[in-house]
């Protein structure tokens, strides 16, 4: 096919952000190509807010084409957690139609090289930057955040994250020459002498299982490896978050279209009401990796069934933060508040479990009881959700009925400290708003224990009391051992104990924040330079995004001759 866009227009357009890319996951230090703010789009062919609105609004009760093979069905059903059906269907495939067209630019894709690919990608997430506003609609309204959260975590947040893939990607393929010139001596004989090619070659087609809460976030990182070392992406959606992974499949399949590429190479997989596709595809033998967020019983039933592919999944843990002193108690409280309350806790780094001594802690204000600390936690949550225009705002909507019962359900584990309170939504009336739950619980019962060492996702939080801040880093560490950790956090003026909790995340290989009191929190991450996850424990067995999270989504294959 005739390309529209040529290799040497996307070099020159997107190498720069690569090579600054590469330069920030070298040094860590922040940078973003991808503006925060709404007002910053609108011109340069980017959607503004109501462009966006108004582009959203019309996909709604429409059928979502993508002139992809194999379309057997239409499938839909997404409901707004804010009520309102969006009322899209989407091609459903037929696999065996599906799966062998993928496969058929994967040549081109091949011989295309690394660099090609790279910029391919990067004109990919330019139109999706241009269309930032469309999809924060997208995914707010298919994962219940709230706008700004949506505008943001599923725009730029997971537009860098994407790049971020793609430079790793890169490193991980120019690591090795594209032809070498052997020679090795042979005393008074004449020296061997050979021509050596090197070539990247992808693993195959890769399956993108999507995640409710963080469709893009989540997904364009292992989308972004895959594609950029050749794989074939094969995108499979969340069933109540199809629209904004379906949005970045029809842009990808436009740009390698007018990149001369198979717009295949990149195609969607919705389902069917109760079809459980994603079981079907992960062990089809074309599905070479696997990427997935979500529950850890279906992560782990991938690591043990999809035996033919190489599996990154991202699952649960019981994300823990030790209390143990602080110099700051004011921002250690407002810093926590709200940790617990963004989006309703409906991250997979949001504290569960803060265990603080019975015997209570020393701060700045004094010493503090541990009924004092857990009440002064619960008085901060209700300064910072007050006002329900300030409270719906961070907390968004609860993202499906389970979340709902596990919070009405928490209120029976133990001592309520902080009641859940409904929050209506002017804007969405039929939108489920809750404020977060806290329960206190002793950490020294059998029976308490069964609760806090269980995932409870959602508004909920456990305030655990300790024996002492020794205990508290032994339970630490049982924790993220037995059930995992996206994220730790600690607060201590202690050097002694900063070094014990240092020690204990490093040899249990968990991501820890200490003594946050400011504007960054432990459930958020940057890109290029905060690890998402470690791949260490049994939260995730990937990290995003490192090396290892794109290394082996292709083999390095040698073509060597005489020369």
């Known amino acids: 096919m005739a390309a529209e866009l040529t290799a040497h227009q996307l070099i020159a357009k997107h190498r720069p952000t690569l090579d600054q890319a590469l330069e920030t996951i070298r040094t860590r230090a922040y940078w973003s190509p991808h503006p925060e703010h709404p007002k910053a789009y609108g011109a340069d062919g980017s959607l503004s807010l109501p462009e966006g609105k108004a582009a959203f609004d019309a996909l709604?009760?429409?059928?979502?084409?993508?002139?992809?093979?194999?379309?057997?069905?239409?499938?839909?059903?997404?409901?707004?957690?804010?009520?309102?059906?969006?009322?899209?269907?989407?091609?459903h495939p037929d696999i065996d139609t599906l799966l062998p067209a993928m496969r058929a630019g994967m040549r081109a894709w091949r011989e295309a090289g690394a660099e090609t690919r790279a910029m391919v990608c990067l004109e990919i997430l330019a139109r999706v930057s241009a269309r930032t506003h469309e999809l924060a609609h997208a995914v707010m309204h298919t994962s219940g955040q709230a706008f700004m959260m949506a505008f943001q975590a599923g725009g730029p947040h997971a537009q860098d994250r994407g790049l971020e893939a793609i430079a790793y990607a890169y490193v991980e393929q120019a690591r090795t020459p594209d032809t070498a010139e052997w020679h090795k001596p042979q005393g008074k004989r004449d020296p061997l002498a050979m021509n050596k090619r090197f070539t990247p070659v992808a693993r195959g087609l890769s399956l993108l299982i999507g995640c409710n809460t963080f469709p893009t976030w989540n997904g364009y990182p292992g989308l972004f490896a895959s594609l950029a070392t050749g794989n074939p992406v094969l995108v499979k959606p969340h069933p109540r978050a199809v629209l904004p992974l379906a949005l970045t499949v029809r842009i990808a399949r436009e740009v390698l279209a007018e990149a001369g590429f198979d717009p295949n190479l990149v195609a969607l997989a919705a389902e069917r009401p109760g079809e459980g596709i994603a079981k079907t595809l992960a062990v089809r033998p074309e599905i070479k990796i696997i990427d997935y967020t979500g529950s850890t019983s279906f992560g782990d039933w991938l690591e043990a069934n999809a035996r033919q592919a190489q599996v990154y999944t991202e699952k649960a843990g019981v994300n823990t933060v030790v209390v143990d002193s602080t110099d700051n108690y004011k921002g250690m409280l407002a810093n926590l508040a709200f940790s617990l309350s963004l989006y309703s806790g409906q991250m997979c780094t949001t504290p569960q479990n803060l265990l603080i001594p019975r015997d209570g802690i020393e701060t700045d204000a004094g010493a503090k009881s541990y009924d004092d600390v857990v009440a002064d936690l619960a008085a901060s949550v209700n300064g910072l959700l007050g006002d329900d225009a300030r409270a719906n705002g961070i907390l968004g909507a609860l993202v499906n009925p389970d979340v709902k019962t596990r919070l009405e359900s928490a209120a029976g584990l133990g001592e309520v400290a902080l009641p859940s309170r409904e929050i209506t939504n002017p804007d969405f009336p039929d939108a489920v708003v809750r404020t977060p739950v806290i329960v206190k619980l002793d950490g020294a019962k059998p029976d308490a224990e069964a609760a806090y060492l269980s995932e409870c996702f959602g508004p909920v939080s456990f305030a655990v009391a300790v024996d002492s801040a020794a205990d508290a880093v032994e339970l630490l560490r049982r924790t993220v051992r037995d059930k995992g950790a996206m994220t730790v956090g600690a607060y201590t003026t202690s050097d002694e104990l900063s070094a014990a909790i240092e020690e204990t995340c490093l040899e249990e290989c968990a991501q820890l924040s200490l003594n946050l009191t400011g504007g960054v929190y432990v459930n958020q991450t940057a890109a290029f330079s905060d690890f998402h996850g470690s791949g260490g424990n049994p939260a995730a067995n990937a990290a995003l995004c490192d090396g290892a999270f794109v290394a082996n989504r292709f083999r390095v294959v040698e073509i060597r001759k005489d020369a």
């Open 60 to 91: 709604q009760g429409t059928r979502f084409d993508l002139d992809q093979p194999g379309t057997d069905d239409w499938v839909g059903g997404e409901v707004s957690p804010y009520g309102p059906e969006l009322g899209i269907t989407y091609p």
